[in-house]
């Protein structure tokens, strides 16, 4: 792709005020709806550790001419999970979020995420107004629905909780794709999501609704024990494109500790640097959080769609252009 000379921006005028209308309509859908928005720091002592998902780490002055780690946040969840745990109500979240060793068409280091929490909300709830939020911000019609087992039926040819762990590597390799040497189960149903099923994504008309993802990938969302057990969360599509992923929220305190020492482990066994718990945020669970629903959404993918345009540099003002 031919880029502007680094000093201008990366997106033209026009973009630029169709992707403003759009940030504005997104406030005021949450307005309507009476869902406050919280601007919650840019940085923290600490991130929520997650395997394959590196933060950007920050040394910050105490004043004491010594310093400190910290890190830019790779998501706005655990201030707003606080806020919601300390006044339980809905909130929303619209800012700027970083990822390290993300670039390409749909990745940026730094990007525009948006996340909301709606207390006592059923995870269909969730899904029907992140639903409603991505038809009128796209004009795209109403969604497909599919079971994660579903997808990989039909486009891998191997059950994601039945077939045996050759007979999904098998599927790999025939598929056209030698999986890393080293991948566990998981990490063979990971391969195979972003190598087969994601780019046949496509072949969905319009939005696609995505449910039944295994119990390992629940992250920070309640399990339904089955069987199979499966996380209780959703994942939107659009023409392709992953746009939006919601959780039936986990209320329980000594299980989110339990999960976030669980990917420090994964994190040591991939290679990767284990990383602080977020104190406050455990504190804020154990205070009583309140049955919930929350999602994530990206902005700057959900413009793409609006604008059809085809590489998140040409959405954002000034990208991160290697």
Not at 32 to 44: G, H, I, Q, S
Not at 95 to 102: C, L, P, S, V
């Amino acid at each position: 792709m031919s880029l502007a000379p680094s000093w201008r921006p990366t997106a033209n005028l026009d973009t630029m005020r169709a992707r403003a209308d759009i940030l504005n309509q997104i406030r005021r859908f949450f307005q309507e709806r009476d869902v406050l928005e919280v601007d919650v720091p840019c940085m923290a002592a600490t991130v929520a550790p997650e395997p394959n998902l590196e933060p950007l780490a920050c040394a910050l002055n105490d004043g004491l001419s010594q310093q400190r780690r910290t890190y830019l946040l790779t998501s706005p969840e655990t201030y707003l999970k606080r806020f919601v745990a300390a006044e339980k109500i809905a909130v929303y979240s619209m800012g700027h979020a970083f990822r390290n060793d993300e670039r390409g068409a749909l990745h940026n280091p730094e990007f525009t995420m948006l996340e909301w929490y709606r207390p006592l909300w059923s995870l269909q709830q969730l899904r029907q107004e992140t639903e409603l939020l991505i038809r009128q911000m796209t004009g795209c019609p109403p969604a497909q629905h599919v079971r994660y087992q579903q997808l990989f039926l039909n486009h891998a040819g191997v059950d994601p909780f039945s077939s045996s762990d050759a007979e999904i590597f098998g599927a790999c390799v025939a598929c056209g794709h030698q999986p890393p040497s080293g991948l566990d189960r998981l990490g063979l149903l990971d391969f195979l999501m972003v190598m087969v099923i994601e780019p046949n994504m496509v072949n969905y008309s319009g939005l696609l609704s995505v449910d039944g993802f295994p119990a390992e990938r629940a992250a920070m969302a309640e399990i339904d024990p089955g069987p199979p057990a499966v996380a209780c969360r959703f994942e939107f599509y659009l023409n392709g494109i992953e746009l939006a992923n919601g959780y039936q929220e986990l209320t329980d305190s000594s299980e989110q500790r339990s999960r976030l020492e669980q990917a420090n482990h994964q994190r040591l066994k991939m290679g990767q640097v284990p990383l602080p718990l977020d104190e406050a945020f455990l504190s804020a669970m154990q205070s009583g959080f309140p049955r919930c629903a929350g999602v994530a959404l990206g902005v700057d993918r959900l413009v793409m769609c609006a604008l059809q345009q085809d590489h998140i540099q040409k959405v954002i003002p000034f990208a991160w252009c290697d």
